[in-house]
């Protein structure tokens, strides 16, 4: 009998569940395979794939050969190759699918681990000896003298002088100064001096340093009580113990204003990373921190799959943010997905917010998480005043009442800013004609369509379609079609009208695709008089010290949303968007203009802020079965026609069966039935305990792609939905 012959099983990106075996390429092996990339063939296309393991085959079976090794050293390793395959079982999703998610671009698809060496500046000879005669004040000068002591750093360059380029190229010009490749960034900080922590930011800071291995912490801090300060003095100690700290904030949160916070006080490198830079960018930072060179790495979603070889802290700021939940793909939460890596690193772990979730709420109460209460705002800064408008019987025009005009005039005359909070771009959710009561709908979505471009334009918001606005009622021919409700547009051109003196800038998706448009218009309105109008866009993320007036303009729609977490965003975004004001000397007030000043969630909010909503909030979440008391998984499909929709969902409940402790509801149309074409339907299932639902899982996710009922359709399985669209 021959000797079996060694293989590789290998996770490949496809949506199979099972792993591939493979003979090894021709070459030398690396020492470690074991979390190597190799190319191999696969039907008539190459992919890249990860060696999981080692196996043996009979020599008579006719399996492949891998085409090439594409590491010398293992890619994934320890910690992160761990997690990773973690969340592939808790996701139920393919390994080699949830790596691809995991990898930047250029890593995935084959490409070496890029160079990571930094660049910094420094004075020649010329440099040193001329310095002191180029003109005093001039921003040549300035670059020299901070140039005077060492070689600095880009980043530290950019986090103490804006639009440094210039006179860096200037200085190059005249053989001054010089470019040069930093082999590894500076790794010692020098933290510069923030303000005093109050007592209760000192206990916080205490609390995370004095944390001996795996610590979950909840900095639980009303909005401007100094969370980031927590954060930059915690990231200190831990740059101080040689190690590196990962900050997750929510996309809205990651603006040029937060970086050079981070960069200014932090005094080292700090890598960003987002869905702004390109693939070989987001290739170097991730490169770095497997390098250990990047010691402070600040991202979005995706910056929770860096690679941490010296590890100190994690932290995710604005914990209770949606996008935190991967909707497609790899349906991963960062925010969950972070306390299983600071679990398997051994590190502390801080959730920020003003406003927290309530299963990270629950978590606290539970006693899983340390709760750390900042309560009151740091610094002067004065809580804002909260006051009902009630507007029923009101005249209001285009969604302002009279009184409200009269506010904002009355900021503005003390030489303030006001903000306008509608979650609502466009200029009105709906054209309607009045005649005969058609509305116009999206040929695609069960949805109508939006109008935009003053009356103008029609947009689908769920499928993009646009078209131009009929003139006549398609259904009766009315000439009297007219735009319904309210959009931040509209209320923007009547806020220019109202106000010709002021400027009036609306900030919402349409006007901020650029990451930094939102950063040079509000550095253009600077600190003269002018109102804001926007969506949540605007609820984070940047302190605007003449803010003291936020009016909330029409958030009755949300009152009595069918999605059981409705209440719950209605709170968090209120709450984070009345925060906006007053955040500095001179107080704040916020206006909520509503047709239901005794709804409870309003009067409860007023009255006692977020913690007396959340008590009751989770009272009722108790009562009713859902999330944090259950565990939700659910299948969507989506297909042509309905019934093959149906009839996925009915093989795979089938497939699931009676089971203790699990309930299963459906198929049932999606909320939103129909999209962009596609008829969808879901499957819930819903368990008390969490591994009775995993326990299902386990045994129907593998089964799924080779159900027959599958080829038709369109579907995906999401552990933890945090949407139930
Ligand atoms: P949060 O992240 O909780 O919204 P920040 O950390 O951004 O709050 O702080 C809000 C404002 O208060 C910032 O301008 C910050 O510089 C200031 N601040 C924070 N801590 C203190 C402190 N201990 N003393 C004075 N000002 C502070
Ligand atoms: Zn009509
Ligand atoms: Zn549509």
Redesign the pocket.
Known sequence: MEAPLPTLRIALPVPLPQLFDYLPPDGAAPEAVVGCRVRVPFGPRELVGLVVEQGSADPASSLRQALAWLDCAPLLQGELWQSLQWLARYTHAPLGEVVSTALPGPLRHGEPLPETHHWGWQLTAAGHEQRGSLRAGSRPRQLAELLAEAVVDEDVIAARMDDWRAPARSLAKRGLAERVALAVAPLQASPLGG????PE?ATAVQAITAAQGFAPFLLD?V???????VYLQAIIQCLAQGRQALVLVPEIGLTPQTLARFRGRLGIAVHAFHSGLNDNERARVWAAASRGEARVVVGTRSAIFMPLPEAGLLIVDEEHDNSYKQQDGIRYHARDFALVRAKALGIPVVLGS?TPAMETLHNAHAGRFAHLR?KVR??D?MPPRVRILDVRKRPLRDGLSPQVLEGIAEHLRNGQQVLVFKNRRGYAPVLLCHDCGWTAPCQRCDAPMTVHGAGRRLQCHHCGARQAAPLACPACASLALQPQGIGTERLEEHLIQAFPDVPVLRIDRSTTSRRDALEQQLARLGDQPGILVGTQILAKGH?LPKLTLVVVVGIDEGLFSSDFRATEKLAQQLIQVA?RAG?ARDPGEVWLQTHHPGHPLLETLVNGGYHPFAAAELNQRQAAGFPPFAHLALLRAEAQQVEHADAFLLAVRALVGEQPHLEAFGPMPAPMPRRAGYQRTQLLLSSAQRPALHAVLDHVAPLLQSLPEARKVRWSLDVDPVDLY
């Open positions: 303000p005093t922590l109050n930011q801090g909005t401007g009580s100094g969370k980031t300060e003003a900042l740091a610094g800064a302190d925060g955040r």
